[in-house]
């Protein structure tokens, strides 16, 4: 009898299980907790323990190879969750479809072939190729191509190229409001080789698309973070597009960022890496070889135009709008905040109305006839009097997305406007449906948050609308200039793509926008505001404290800061109540910790830390 350590899938448990047969590291099993089956993965061979073990019930044809299961000890290890939860990220390979992969790659090996792919090469300008060239020599590359500059036909010749090679490809977008284009254009010269992987795809069709890799069918996959986790054979080729976008950050454990992953990937493989974007994060431009892709592939060309407002529909927005509609073009404008208003504020006290579980201001719909926390999703009738001081003059505060389209149903009577954001799109059927719509121009005015600047490509935007900038540059973030400025120019971006366009922007702030159009000067200032303090020069880390009883939460932060002052090579940057002290009825509180050296923090955390901690391994912001 052979005894194993088993990582239940999912879940922080590690357990002693028995076993006739010799096993590999990585197999996927099942065994039985309370009677229950849990699937889990083989970890490793032990000793025969003091205690009695249960045997393993069933060895699946699944499993996860060598350098895989390498992957996720270092996601247990960096991001500080159990290997349980690392391994749960994966979805299995399967060892039946491996050996007839194989057999099939030596066939086509020995008879010197080459795998059909599409019926036409992508063609690619002189500059195009250029990039191509620089990506495919660098194993982690960055392509900074301006918004319109043809990345993405790039990136298909890629494609192209790594098929023939008999190898697959991943595509990571940040969000799925990015895929139906996106999908369009893989099946246009892929076909069924592609799969689009993501949240919102039902159980069935996950099945079915999982067979399809399995078996070969499928060689690209294309989604958000969670299509790093496929289990694609002889991959080749990870691009991560947008690379710049927060949404690869995971907000629960592990708190991964899926991009800082696909480069883990790629050295880990031995596989190629391209991040692109526009407007590509600091931390990439300064540690990647890049190429600079200037210039709009369209050729098109944007005036900007200037208002210092801050956020509201003034004559001068509805004049440019008229004209859009007269000239039977289309509209886009961002602004930063959903629902009717952000905030509903008592002039007498100053108050907002905030949410009983969570310390923040409730935001008004209208259309609920409500107030609702965007934390918890805690819901209240809109209230008469301040909860506060009982006066009656609440006034509402900082337009959102709702507001602003009742306001342009109200002037523009008969044009077709529509709301872009997480109240309005709500299902990937509402997603597919707002974009055919846009695309088929049956919707004139199209009014969102930052789901508009995700690298949506429609030629008749001839104006983009942006309000509310100046939120995102006053964020208490360090990463604020660096989120207004990118954001700025991504929806921007989305105006005269292919004919003129026009960008009218609302802001306090206008030498400072104006001044930064080309992102990569704005780069090169921001290193000199970041040397020494922030990263990509330092790392961070967040120790979190959560718990119902506020005073648990403050003893547990205590207690692990007197733990932490022992260790010299880091240091304690601040401490105390998180900037939202309650969210969903736990009281929170934080450590932020930097240091030089990552080992430095993980060292320091993993020697220091108590039972409620959770760890935040380079965050993207600290409420």
Same mark, same amino acid.
């Given at each position: 009898?052979?005894?194993?350590?088993?990582?239940?899938?999912?879940?922080?448990?590690?357990?002693?299980?028995?076993?006739?047969?010799?096993?590999?590291?990585?197999?996927?099993?099942?065994?039985?907790?309370?009677?229950?089956?849990?699937?889990?993965?083989?970890?490793?061979?032990?000793?025969?323990?003091?205690?009695?073990?249960?045997?393993?019930?069933?060895?699946?044809?699944?499993?996860?190879?060598?350098?895989?299961?390498?992957?996720?000890?270092?996601?247990?290890?960096?991001?500080?969750?159990?290997?349980?939860?690392?391994?749960?990220?994966?979805?299995?390979?399967?060892?039946?479809?491996?050996?007839?992969?194989?057999?099939?790659?030596?066939?086509?090996?020995?008879?010197?072939?080459?795998?059909?792919?599409?019926?036409?090469?992508?063609?690619?300008?002189?500059?195009?190729?250029?990039?191509?060239?620089?990506?495919?020599?660098?194993?982690?590359?960055?392509?900074?191509?301006?918004?319109?500059?043809?990345?993405?036909?790039?990136?298909?010749?890629?494609?192209?190229?790594?098929?023939?090679?008999?190898?697959?490809?991943?595509?990571?977008?940040?969000?799925?409001?990015?895929?139906?284009?996106?999908?369009?254009?893989?099946?246009?010269?892929?076909? @069924? +080789?592609?799969? /689009?992987? $993501?949240? =919102?795809?039902?159980? !069935?069709? &996950?099945?079915?698309?999982?067979?399809?890799?399995?078996?070969?069918?499928?060689?690209?996959?294309?989604?958000?973070?969670?299509?790093?986790?496929?289990?694609?054979?002889?991959?080749?080729?990870?691009?991560?597009?947008?690379?710049?976008?927060?949404?690869?950050?995971?907000?629960?454990?592990?708190?991964?960022?899926?991009?800082?992953?696909?480069?883990?990937?790629?050295?880990?493989?031995?596989?190629?890496?391209?991040?692109?974007?526009?407007?590509?994060?600091?931390?990439?431009?300064?540690?990647?070889?890049?190429?600079?892709?200037?210039?709009?592939?369209?050729?098109?060309?944007?005036?900007?135009?200037?208002?210092?407002?801050?956020?509201?529909? @003034? +004559?001068?927005? /509805?004049? $440019?709008? =008229?004209?859009?509609? !007269?000239? &039977?073009?289309?509209?886009?404008?961002?602004?930063?905040?959903?629902?009717?208003?952000?905030?509903?504020?008592?002039?007498?006290?100053?108050?907002?109305?905030?949410?009983?579980?969570?310390?923040?201001?409730?935001?008004?719909?209208?259309?609920?006839?409500?107030?609702?926390?965007?934390?918890?999703?805690?819901?209240?009738?809109?209230?008469?009097?301040?909860?506060?001081?009982?006066?009656?003059?609440?006034?509402?505060?900082?337009?959102?997305?709702?507001?602003?389209?009742?306001?342009?149903?109200?002037?523009?009577?008969?044009?077709?406007?529509?709301?872009?954001?997480?109240?309005?799109?709500?299902?990937?059927?509402?997603?597919?449906?707002?974009?055919? +719509?846009?695309?088929?121009?049956?919707?004139?005015?199209?009014?969102?948050?930052?789901?508009?600047?995700?690298?949506?490509?429609?030629?008749?935007?001839?104006?983009?609308?942006?309000?509310?900038?100046?939120?995102?540059?006053?964020?208490?973030?360090?990463?604020?200039?660096?989120?207004?400025?990118?954001?700025?120019?991504?929806?921007?971006?989305?105006?005269?793509?292919?004919?003129?366009?026009?960008?009218?922007?609302?802001?306090?702030?206008?030498?400072?926008?104006?001044?930064?159009?080309?992102?990569?000067?704005?780069?090169?200032?921001?290193?000199?505001?970041?040397?020494?303090?922030?990263?990509?020069?330092?790392?961070?880390?967040?120790?979190?404290?959560?718990?119902?009883?506020?005073?648990?939460?403050?003893?547990?932060?205590?207690?692990?800061?007197?733990?932490?002052?022992?260790?010299?090579?880091?240091?304690?940057?601040?401490?105390?109540?998180?900037?939202?002290?309650?969210?969903?009825?736990?009281?929170?509180?934080?450590?932020?910790?930097?240091?030089?050296?990552?080992?430095?923090?993980?060292?320091?955390?993993?020697?220091?830390?108590?039972?409620?901690?959770?760890?935040?391994?380079?965050?993207?912001?600290?409420?």
């Amino acid at each position: 009898m052979r005894y194993y350590i088993v990582a239940i899938n999912q879940k922080p448990l590690l357990l002693t299980y028995s076993h006739q047969d010799s096993l590999e590291v990585g197999t996927l099993v099942e065994v039985e907790i309370k009677k229950r089956l849990y699937k889990g993965y083989i970890l490793k061979e032990t000793k025969k323990p003091s205690f009695e073990c249960k045997e393993i019930m069933n060895i699946t044809e699944f499993y996860l190879p060598k350098n895989y299961m390498e992957i996720a000890k270092f996601i247990s290890t960096y991001y500080f969750c159990s290997i349980g939860e690392a391994l749960g990220l994966f979805v299995p390979f399967k060892k039946e479809r491996f050996v007839t992969k194989n057999l099939k790659i030596k066939k086509d090996l020995s008879t010197n072939s080459q795998l059909p792919i599409t019926q036409s090469t992508i063609e690619l300008s002189a500059e195009q190729k250029e990039a191509l060239e620089f990506i495919k020599s660098h194993q982690i590359s960055l392509l900074f191509g301006d918004t319109g500059s043809g990345k993405t036909q790039i990136y298909m010749r890629y494609f192209q190229e790594i098929l023939a090679k008999g190898k697959s490809a991943i595509f990571l977008m940040p969000e799925i409001s990015l895929t139906p284009q996106m999908e369009e254009r893989l099946r246009e010269y892929f076909g @069924t +080789s592609v799969a /689009i992987w $993501h949240s =919102k795809i039902s159980k !069935k069709k &996950k099945e079915a698309i999982l067979e399809d890799i399995y078996s070969g069918k499928v060689k690209i996959v294309a989604g958000p973070r969670s299509a790093l986790f496929l289990p694609m054979e002889n991959l080749g080729l990870i691009v991560v597009d947008e690379e710049h976008d927060d949404s690869y950050k995971a907000h629960n454990r592990p708190r991964y960022n899926a991009k800082d992953l696909a480069i883990y990937f790629g050295k880990k493989l031995g596989i190629s890496v391209v991040l692109g974007s526009a407007t590509p994060s600091l931390n990439s431009y300064l540690k990647f070889p890049h190429f600079r892709l200037k210039g709009s592939f369209y050729k098109g060309k944007k005036e900007f135009v200037w208002e210092n407002e801050l956020t509201s529909l @003034t +004559s001068l927005v /509805i004049e $440019h709008i =008229k004209e859009t509609l !007269k000239n &039977k073009k289309q509209s886009i404008i961002f602004l930063p905040t959903r629902a009717n208003f952000k905030y509903l504020i008592c002039s007498d006290c100053g108050e907002a109305v905030k949410c009983p579980y969570c310390d923040v201001g409730m935001s008004l719909h209208f259309d609920k006839r409500a107030l609702v926390c965007h934390y918890c999703n805690f819901a209240e009738p809109i209230p008469k009097n301040c909860p506060s001081c009982s006066s009656q003059n609440l006034k509402a505060n900082r337009i959102g997305t709702s507001e602003i389209v009742k306001e342009l149903r109200e002037i523009f009577k008969d044009a077709k406007i529509a709301k872009f954001d997480k109240d309005e799109i709500t299902t990937h059927k509402k997603l597919q449906n707002t974009l055919k +719509s846009f695309a088929n121009k049956e919707i004139d005015i199209l009014v969102g948050t930052q789901m508009l600047s995700k690298g949506h490509d429609y030629p008749d935007v001839a104006l983009s609308v942006v309000l509310g900038i100046d939120y995102v540059l006053n964020m208490a973030d360090f990463r604020a200039r660096e989120k207004a400025v990118s954001l700025f120019l991504q929806i921007a971006g989305r105006s005269g793509r292919k004919e003129k366009g026009k960008v009218l922007v609302q802001t306090l702030n206008r030498d400072f926008f104006e001044n930064y159009l080309d992102f990569e000067k704005f780069l090169k200032d921001e290193i000199e505001f970041r040397k020494g303090l922030y990263p990509p020069f330092k790392r961070l880390a967040i120790a979190l404290f959560s718990h119902k009883d506020r005073k648990k939460a403050q003893e547990s932060m205590q207690e692990m800061l007197k733990k932490l002052k022992r260790f010299e090579d880091i240091e304690i940057v601040g401490f105390g109540e998180a900037p939202i002290e309650k969210i969903a009825g736990r009281y929170r509180y934080n450590i932020i910790l930097r240091s030089d050296l990552a080992k430095a923090l993980i060292n320091a955390i993993n020697r220091s830390k108590i039972e409620l901690t959770e760890v935040d391994m380079d965050p993207i912001n600290i409420v």
